[in-house]
């Protein structure tokens, strides 16, 4: 069974995939394209995470990046259903604690919602203006992984003992409407696939083709039974661009249009190689071309998609 969420527009616009009209949008947009997903059977929705970028990567990357956890907040009090993913929390620049504090609260604010998706983080600027060892930035990670399991566990005073965090007799509450918060890793490389192998209950590939994607979802599953993990993990992938039906406008050489039944028969080989959800982006030239297109996805592709 492939379900299919979506990266929301307006809160990040990096120039590798803003379309133009995000510029000018905001709250209003936001909320429209939510409802839109919700009404439309999408899984979940999904806010990025940049604290600060420098001026030498503010030409493609922007410095538009909405923060993750009040904009999915902000969702939240305005959707019912739909999952509320971070993709990803560059987890690492903040204190377990902090970090568990403001996700507990947005789980519990939610009813439940929550997917806790989390990286390494590739600005270096950032990482060091906020004191954190970016070279490091990967065992960092590791731990703080660990510790994140504990602080956003069941227990209102949760423990941590590690070579970075150490934390007892320190009380947290709200706890997560979730017993157990889902933990989704990001990232591609080697350390990142095994990472999400240990210590993930899921993994989001960074845009990996498709002739990659099968051989390292096998990898993937191979490092989490050698090490004698046996539950399920659920595997991500990330589409091409689509556009629903004959577009009219140039929506660029790779991006995927046609009609649903051909778009579905395209997107079930992700579900062939092992995928169990798929991230989904649109063209579009304006808000309403967007929700029309997440519109035409849910109601018209989906139903073929499994």
Known sequence: ??????????????????????????????????????????????SCDHVAIPRRLAGPMSTVWYDPVATLSFLAAATERVRLLSHVAVVGLRHPLVTAKAYATLDHLSGGRLVLGVGAGHVQEEFEVLGVDFERRG??????????RAALGPEEYPEH???RFAFKDLGQLPRPAQERVPLWVG?????ALRRAALKGDGWLPQGDPREKLADRIQRLLRLRAEAGIAAPITVGAITEALYVGAPGWDVGRRTLSGSPEALAASLRAYG?????????????????????????FGTEVAPHLN
């Open 272 to 296: 062939d190689m092992g995928v169990h959800q798929i991230q989904v982006r649109f063209r579009s030239r304006s808000r309403t071309e967007l929700t029309d297109q997440i519109a035409a």
């Open 139 to 148: 065992a960092v990670l590791d731990e703080t992984v660990d510790a994140l």
């Open 187 to 191: 990232g591609s490389s080697p350390a």
């Open 1 to 46: 069974m492939v379900v299919y969420g979506m990266q929301l527009p307006v809160q990040s616009q990096s120039t590798l995939y803003a379309e133009a009209w995000e510029a000018a949008a905001g709250p209003a947009d936001l909320l429209a394209v939510a409802r839109a997903a919700e009404e439309h059977g999408f899984d979940y929705l999904a």
């Open 161 to 163: 003992l590690g070579e």
